[in-house]
């Protein structure tokens, strides 16, 4: 069990935001998800803390609050439309019909696919781009907060941060294009 509260509380009150964006983003932009996610993910690092010390903690957090939000869409991927649940925009006439709403999602759904598609071979590749990838585009840390957390010169993450860009490019990118071409 954990050793110090003192210990959970920093680190809470220094990750607790970019938990909450990484099940934000995770569970598609559900925030109601996203904070009952990220009180799931910290009660999780609250029993697990001392198995945890000498491991990453930030990015064992992220991954913990992307599992669970996934593990959310999974339930939730094949729920009926209701009336209630379609789309109202604010001028009656700009208003989405069943149709388009449905092709939306499931454009959504595909992109949403993609990434996961995109993380997981990133993260089989090379774990550090992954990483590197996750914290500053998905988590939308500064860079050079990144490089401190990587413990690395500035410079070092952005050549990660490069080579990992081509990385995708290349292994990604026709299918990036097919998808875009579909809206």
Not at 84 to 92: P, T, V
Request: net charge negative.
């Amino acid at each position: 069990m954990l050793t110090s509260n003192r210990e959970f509380n920093e680190i809470y009150e220094k990750y607790k935001n970019l938990v909450l964006r990484a099940a934000y983003i995770s569970s598609g932009n559900n925030y109601d998800e996203a904070q009952d996610i990220t009180q799931e993910t910290f009660l999780k690092l609250y029993t697990e803390l001392d198995k945890l010390k000498n491991g990453n903690i930030p990015a064992w957090l992220y991954r913990t609050a992307r599992n669970s939000a996934f593990n959310f869409m999974d339930k939730h991927k094949y729920e009926v439309l209701t009336e209630g649940s379609l789309i109202h925009s604010k001028n009656e006439e700009a208003e989405l019909s069943a149709e388009a709403e449905y092709l939306e999602r499931e454009l959504n759904l595909e992109r949403r696919n993609l990434h996961v598609s995109i993380l997981d071979g990133l993260a089989k590749k090379n774990p550090r781009w992954h990483e590197a990838v996750m914290l500053v585009y998905y988590m939308e840390i500064p860079q050079a907060e990144v490089a401190e957390m990587m413990k690395i010169r500035l410079g070092v993450l952005h050549s990660i941060l490069h080579r990992a860009k081509n990385w995708i490019k290349k292994t990604y990118g026709v299918e990036y294009e097919e998808m875009n071409r579909k809206e």
